[in-house]
């Protein structure tokens, strides 16, 4: 089995020295729109593919409607339901399932929350939770030994930002993607004011035909970030395709795959998905590449709606990339799983099944 490589050209202009200054000048206006570099992985198979059986998770309290997320840290895991009537956020002790504590009350209130996209489980006391619909990030901090849970600080990103649906918090900012086509993300300070945006959308179907708005609705990925190597992943929710941005030299990356970009029709403006569900979820590690894969049309899923069946939610493969953006192995489960959490030294994933009355389940990764 193989994959195909194939790298984009590094644009390089060479001036003369008296017009030096002109460049310069040029480039840094240029900065905040396009990367330096941009390379093409694209591949149609994984040198390795294996199939993992997951097992069952067992929690002393059922709470869930949609167990979305999941992050593991200092013994305590973390479950976001993205519809639970009460709570966003549920703490349980790890791996003994325990509940501590459930937080981040659904509501209306000023320490209320009207929705919750995602989380970032940096510490105990620095639990990040995103709120789209008030547009603020806000941080949390756990106590087990109390099993209480209490809001210490609010940050909401500047007015000139559409509604973000990911983010990640970093030493210096927080990286929020772009939802105007302009960009591919931005980087915003403590104060959620922008001080730089960057990157653009690789379409290389829909460039200069589809409105910027409705082309980054389509666009729509999941993000992680890893500091060690400051490297953003960006995984499509919809198509096959992933993007790696080296921040610390702006190098970037496109991975895609046999299904490609996503597939969608425009109407009053707004991105109608046509194609296939893409991925739901990504993570990086020491090693490598983590994202969830569903793979299923959206033909498929409206035909079993019109049979009077539910369509499984969630996809059955785990592909795995080295930090190049190069295939390295396919997992297959035998649940359909939405978010997951990496334990590589104890060679472990742990993901959110929201098919099953268990939600929580767990893979072993054989040597």
Not at 8 to 34: D, E, G, Q, Y
Not at 243 to 260: Q, R
Not at 266 to 292: C, K, N, W
Not at 356 to 364: A, G, L, V, W, Y
Request: net charge negative.
């Amino acid at each position: 089995m193989k994959y195909e490589l194939e790298f984009a050209k590094t644009r390089v202009v060479r001036v003369p020295i008296f017009t030096a200054w002109i460049v310069t000048a040029l480039c840094c206006l240029m900065a905040c729109s396009r990367t330096h570099r941009e390379d093409y992985v694209r591949y149609d198979t994984f040198p390795e593919e294996i199939a993992l059986t997951g097992e069952a998770i067992p929690l002393d309290t059922a709470l869930f409607r949609y167990p979305f997320r999941i992050a593991i840290r200092d013994s305590v895991a973390l479950i976001l339901d993205l519809h639970n009537a009460d709570h966003y956020l549920h703490a349980f002790t790890w791996p003994a399932g325990k509940h501590i504590v459930s937080f981040a009350r659904r509501g209306e209130g000023p320490d209320e929350l009207l929705s919750a996209e995602t989380l970032q489980f940096v510490s105990l006391d620095s639990i990040w939770v995103l709120d789209a619909n008030k547009m603020e990030l806000s941080r949390w901090q756990v106590a087990p030994g109390e099993r209480t849970a209490r809001r210490r600080e609010t940050i909401s990103p500047d007015q000139s930002l559409i509604r973000s649906l990911d983010f990640r918090v970093t030493d210096t900012g927080i990286i929020l993607p772009d939802y105007s086509g302009e960009y591919r993300y931005h980087v915003t300070d403590w104060r959620g004011k922008p001080f730089r945006s960057t990157g653009h959308i690789p379409s290389q179907k829909a460039a200069g035909s589809i409105a910027p708005i409705a082309l980054a609705q389509a666009w729509r990925s999941f993000m992680d970030y890893r500091p060690q190597n400051d490297l953003l992943v960006m995984a499509t929710q919809l198509g096959e395709v992933l993007e790696l941005y080296h921040l610390n030299d702006s190098a970037h990356t496109v991975i895609s795959g046999l299904h490609g970009e996503p597939e969608f029709q425009v109407r009053e403006g707004q991105a109608i998905p046509t194609g296939l569900m893409g991925f739901s979820d990504v993570h990086i590690t020491d090693r490598y590449i983590y994202a969830v894969f569903h793979g299923r049309t959206f033909k498929d899923i409206q035909q079993a709606y019109q049979q009077g069946r539910t369509p499984e939610s969630g996809g059955r493969f785990i592909y795995v990339f080295d930090m190049n953006g190069h295939p390295v192995r396919k997992y297959t489960l035998d649940h359909a799983v939405y978010g997951i959490w990496i334990d590589e030294p104890n060679r472990t994933i742990v993901a959110t099944d929201v098919n099953n009355d268990e939600p929580i389940i767990q893979f072993k990764i054989k040597s």
